[in-house]
Structures are given as C-alpha cells and as structure tokens.
C-alpha cells in the first residue's frame, strides 16, 4: 500500500515551540499535501509541494520533500493553542487517480 | 466554512441497514471524493465523481455505490451494513477532475452501526 506513515503518531508541545511531524511514504508521487483536522471534523487543506520542489512555506509553517528518502516533514512554527489538531499527509501514486492519506500525527499544544 | 456541506451530520442505524449520505460540492467544483475514516484503517479514499462520471476507485467495498446527479451533488449508498461499518464518512471537492489538487472537506456523517 502507498499509505503514508507519519511520525511521531503524538506529539505534546508547550505554546511557542516549534512543531516537526515527519511523513514517509513508498512510490512516486507527483505532489504531496499536508492536511489538518481538528476532532472529528472535516480536513483542512495546509499546504502543496509539488516532487520536484524541495521546500515551501506558508505562514508558520514550512514543508520540506525528499523524493530520494520518500519523505517528507512539516514543521510549525511558535506553536499555538489552536494548532492543536491531527495533522496528515497525502500523496497520490503517480501512477494512477488514487489518493492517500497517512497516519496522522496528533499534536497538542499546551497554553 | 470549506463550502461543501453533508446530510445527516449523525446516522444511527442496526446492522443489515441500508443508508445513504448526502453530499453537495463547493459551488463551481465539479468533482466530489468520499472518504471513510475509521480508528483501525485511518483515511482511506473510496471513489470519486466527476461531472457525473466514476472517475476513480479506491478501498470502496461492493456493498457500497455511489452517484453524481446533474446538479453535481452526491449520494453514497452504504448497504448491509455491518459493524465495521461505523466511521466518519467524508465527502471533498476540487474544481477538475485532478486528484492531487487541493480539496475541499465537508464536515463528514458519523455513522454508527448498532
């Protein structure tokens, strides 16, 4: 299965640090994504980086692909109370229209 | 607000029911994703639709169909349902018919199997 893994599957953090989940996964894929999801609510879109780019950012937070290690980290910034939510990565298979979604990691920020 | 919207937000039902779930894209997208999320099988991508058309499979079981009507909600049929059956059922759309492009999620149907 190309199901990404995230790592670590928690993560509890002070307000003001910095968060870093890592997402690893097993083909080629021409984009990956990361999404977040507050408790039992919809997923929402963070950020896009396409196989031949090697970094992005957005806001507080920057993505980083290695297509060589077939991972990926995403790491946020002066964390926020509000930041506390499960954090996924997907990516598709390169190979067909199929879409997957990792693990999650679940990080809490404590105020 | 993602602009796509579900029906019912909750569904209790007993094991061999059948359900269905409702699902209304983003205004101007013309594709819609349904995903179940469950604790044991995480996220997992069942079909996709656009305009009207099956686009994609995933892990969708054969008790499952969905459909895309003209005016481009969707419905997703859940048939016999069995105990495994209980999870979060998502629905997402995107403008195209590219997978990979940003989706947009609806709020999900908790679904519960009794």
């Known amino acids: 299965s190309q199901q990404g893994e995230e790592d670590p599957q928690a993560l509890s953090i002070q307000e003001g640090e910095n968060a870093t989940m890592n997402c690893s996964y097993k083909?080629?894929?021409?984009?990956l994504q990361w999404y977040r999801q507050n408790s039992g609510r919809g997923l929402v879109h963070l950020i896009l980086i396409r196989s031949n780019e090697r970094e992005k950012h957005s806001g507080r937070l920057r993505v980083t692909l290695d297509t060589s290690k077939k991972s990926s980290s995403l790491l946020i910034t002066a964390s926020r109370a509000a930041d506390t939510a499960s954090y996924f990565c997907?990516?598709?298979?390169?190979?067909?229209?199929?879409?997957?979604f990792g693990t999650g990691t679940s990080l809490t920020v404590i105020p | 607000d993602s602009g796509v919207t579900q029906t019912p937000k909750h569904l209790i039902t007993a094991t061999g029911q059948r359900v269905t779930l409702r699902c209304s894209p983003r205004s101007g997208d013309l594709s819609v994703y349904w995903y179940q999320q469950s604790l044991d099988q995480g996220l997992q991508f069942l079909i996709q639709y656009y305009n009207g058309e099956e686009r994609a499979k995933g892990n969708i079981l054969e008790r499952f169909s969905a459909q895309q009507f003209p005016d481009l909600h969707s419905e997703l049929n859940l048939s016999s349902l069995e105990l495994g059956d209980s999870a979060l059922y998502f629905c997402a759309s995107t403008l195209g018919t590219v997978i990979t492009d940003t989706q947009y999620f609806g709020p999900g149907t908790r679904l519960t199997v009794l």
């Open positions: 997907a990516t598709d298979a390169n190979t067909g229209n199929q879409f997957y």
């Open positions: 083909t080629s894929i021409n984009n």
